[in-house]
Structures are given as structure tokens and as C-alpha cells.
């Protein structure tokens, strides 16, 4: 069934006609849509109905594939995770020096108390010649708890990863959303403990969030910190939940982008990340997922009571928005990978360089076989 589905995907690629496919997180069951015509479409407000595409810059509308197909099937049981091995690291020192520049540089404006924190990122290029739905694959396998994703668009391009931050969810007017900021690589068997910096960049994105929600929502509710492990990494993570009741627009201004991505206060932060990284962000650090999709739930029935039963029906509106993280761009062969980190007062440079290593490794070891 999963087989039938991706060829048929497969076949959406070579008529170069939009499609996503997408797993959601610990979940067994693969998600796809299909656009029957190549229009590029954008979201005017968010109150639209389809599968958003959003790049980091807010100012830049967010794509909108609409719902024209939409097929499912289950993954079959006994995938194996199956990293391949990569040499590809090595490579990565020649970027070394200029991200470590890019760090004593956002430290220096914390320092002086022009910033509290910022995320800074590179792009990372690599040969790939597996095929997309091959590595799809392998995300899969290995991101159990991730939201996995390959999605295409003719006019835009191919994008893939597989990752661990929710933007929102909402179920009618009840929105949850997380806090997720701080990494460090798992050791088998431990469990992490956690320095000052870590704890200190994922509360700044904590306060932030309950900030910018406060006049939005009702009955917010923030809780504890906890440790979550994604892929080889952990990281610090607060649940957030509310009850909110204007546009859901008003709720994606407020948490996109968060210092998770972007950094506080945030004007000067997306300043300084447009001035000074060497490379255009794109959809890294967007958001993407299910727009106001419709659902009717409750008992159904094609019995002589179903007239009735009809009574218990309740349609609900629901959305699902991830954070663009561990992700690359698929084109001409090559596969561009997308890595970041959180600078605050306590960054030292050499750490956060090394935590953008530990983030590429996730996703090059799905592209080597
Ligand atoms: C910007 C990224 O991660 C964010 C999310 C989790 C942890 C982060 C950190 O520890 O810096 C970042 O805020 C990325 O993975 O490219």
C-alpha cells in the first residue's frame, strides 16, 4: 500500500505537479497531497484551507498546496533504521572559521546589550544522488518522533527533513504550542544534564512565547521543563497550552518566528541574521504543516439509525504547523543542508560550532548509504 502510494507520488514528480508527503510525529501512518494543476498559490491570512509552506521572512508570503488528492496508507512494520556512514564531516572545517566569526560577532552585540540572544545558522552543500522518495525513506526509518517531510513544488523547489518543534496545533479554538530550545548529543544509556546557557536560551524562548500569547489567548497553561530526545540529540523543550479566540493569523504572527529561530529582541536579532549570515534562509526556519483542515468526528453508521446519529456528529477544524528544522533543499544533484544554533552571553564558539556538526550528522547520515 505505502508502495502504491509513493509511486504514485513518484509519478506526480515526473509530470513536475506539486505533492507533499509527510509522516506525523510517532506515528505509523503516511500523509499525501497532491496538486493537480503546477499554480503557485499563497495563503492570504491564514483562514484558508491546505498544506502551508512558510520561509523564515514573515514578510514573504507562505506557500498553499490545496487539498486536491489526498491519500494515506500505513508503513509497513520491520523498517529498520539504517544509517549509512558519511565522511562528509571533514568537509565541514572550511565553514568552520566564518560560522565561528558569525558567533563572537552575535556574542560581542549580546555582550554590549544590543541582544539577549540569537540563532545563527549556515547552509552546507553536498553531492546526493539517491532519490528523493529513497531518502524520504530512510527519514522515516530513523525519526520515529519527528514530522517527516518531502515536499515539492515546481516553481519552488524540493524540500525534505524530518523535525522535532511544533509551531501550533489547534483543535477547534484549543491551541497547544512548545517551547524548544538548547541541544546536546545523546550519550546511549545517560541522561542529559544541562548547563546554564542551555537552561537560560530555552527560558528566554519560554518567557517570549507566553509574552506574545498573553493578549491573544485565555486559560494559559505553561509547563514543566523536560528533556527530549531527537534523533541523536536532546533538547529542552515547555509545553504550552490556551484557549484562543480570533484568528488563528493572529496566533502564527505572535509565535513565528520565535527566538527558538530567530532571537530576542527580535527586530534586531532577524537584523542581524539577514546582515550577517552568508546565505538566504528560505524555508529553513519557516513553518509548514495542515491549515484548517476539516474533520467530522463522531459516531457514523449505515444502519437504519444513522439519521439519528447523525445528532453526535461535530465537525472540528484543526491545524498542525511544524518549525522548518533539520531540513535540506533537493536540487541538481546536490542536497543543501540547513543548520543552526542559539547564542546567548554564555556561547563559546567552538561548542556552538560543534553543535551545528551534530546537527548536520542527522540528516547526512540519511543521504549516504
Ligand atoms: C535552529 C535550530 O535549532 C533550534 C531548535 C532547537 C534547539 C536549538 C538550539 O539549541 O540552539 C535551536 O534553537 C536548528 O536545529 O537548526
Known amino acids: 500500500m505505502l508502495f502504491e502510494v509513493l509511486r504514485k507520488v513518484e509519478e506526480q514528480l515526473l509530470k513536475e505537479l506539486p505533492f507533499v508527503v509527510y509522516k506525523k510525529p510517532n506515528s505509523k501512518r ?4 497532491i496538486q493537480k494543476d503546477g499554480k503557485l498559490r499563497y495563503t492570504k491570512d491564514f483562514s484558508e484551507i491546505g498544506f502551508v509552506f512558510a520561509p523564515f521572512d514573515s514578510h514573504t508570503p507562505a506557500v498553499l498546496m490545496p487539498l486536491h488528492e489526498q491519500l494515506q496508507a500505513d508503513i509497513e512494520e520491520g523498517t529498520e533504521p539504517n544509517f549509512g556512514s558519511t ?3 571533514d568537509e ?7 560560522h565561528m566569526d558569525l558567533v563572537k560577532k552575535g556574542a560581542h552585540l549580546i555582550e554590549k546589550g544590543y541582544l539577549d540572544k540569537v540563532v545563527v545558522s549556515r547552509e552546507l552543500e553536498v553531492d546526493c544522488q539517491s532519490p528523493p522518495f529513497e ?3 530512510r527519514l522515516l526509518a530513523n525519526y520515529d518522533s519527528a514530522f517527516c517531510y518531502l515536499w ?26 512548545m517551547s524548544l530550545a538548547g541541544t546536546q548529543t545523546t550519550v546511549e544509556g545517560e541522561t542529559p544534564s544541562w548547563g546554564q546557557k542551555e537552561v537560560d536560551e530555552q527560558r528566554m524562548v519560554t518567557e517570549y512565547i507566553s509574552k506574545a500569547l498573553q493578549n491573544e489567548v485565555s486559560q494559559m497553561k505553561v509547563g514543566n521543563v523536560e528533556s527530549v530526545r531527537a534523533g541523536d540529540l536532546w533538547h529542552l523543550r515547555t509545553k504550552i497550552t490556551a484557549v484562543y479566540q480570533n484568528d488563528l493569523s493572529n496566533i502564527i504572527r505572535a509565535l513565528h518566528p520565535t ?10 536579532a532577524r537584523k542581524f541574521i539577514m546582515e550577517h549570515e552568508n546565505y538566504h534562509r ?3 526556519t519557516g513553518f509548514l504543516g495542515e491549515l484548517n483542515i476539516r474533520q467530522e468526528i463522531g459516531r ?21 504547523l511544524f518549525v522548518n528544522l533539520r531540513c535540506m533543499k533537493l536540487a541538481d544533484g546536490k542536497a543543501t543542508l540547513y543548520v543552526g544554533g542559539g547564542i546567548t552571553k554564555d556561547s563559546i564558539p567552538e561548542n556552538e560550532w560543534q553543535e551545528t556538526v551534530a546537527k548536520s550528522k542527522t540528516l547526512l547520515r540519511v543521504l549516504s548509504i
Open 30 to 33: 503516511i500523509h499525501v497531497i
Open 87 to 89: 565522511n562528509i564531516l
Open 92 to 98: 565541514q572545517e572550511r565553514e568552520k572559521e566564518f
Open 135 to 137: 531518502i524520504f525513506q
Open 152 to 177: 515539492y513544488h515546481p516553481k519552488v523547489g524540493m524540500w525534505l527533513g524530518a523535525t522535532p518543534e511544533i509551531l501550533l496545533r489547534t483543535t477547534n479554538n484549543r491551541l497547544t504550542t
Open 259 to 268: 527566538p527558538a529561530v530567530c532571537g530576542l529582541p527580535l527586530p534586531p
Open 282 to 284: 528560505e524555508y529553513y
Open 300 to 320: 457514523t453508521s449505515n444502519d437504519s439509525r444513522n439519521q439519528e446519529n447523525k445528532a453526535y456528529r461535530s465537525l472540528t477544524t484543526s491545524s498542525e
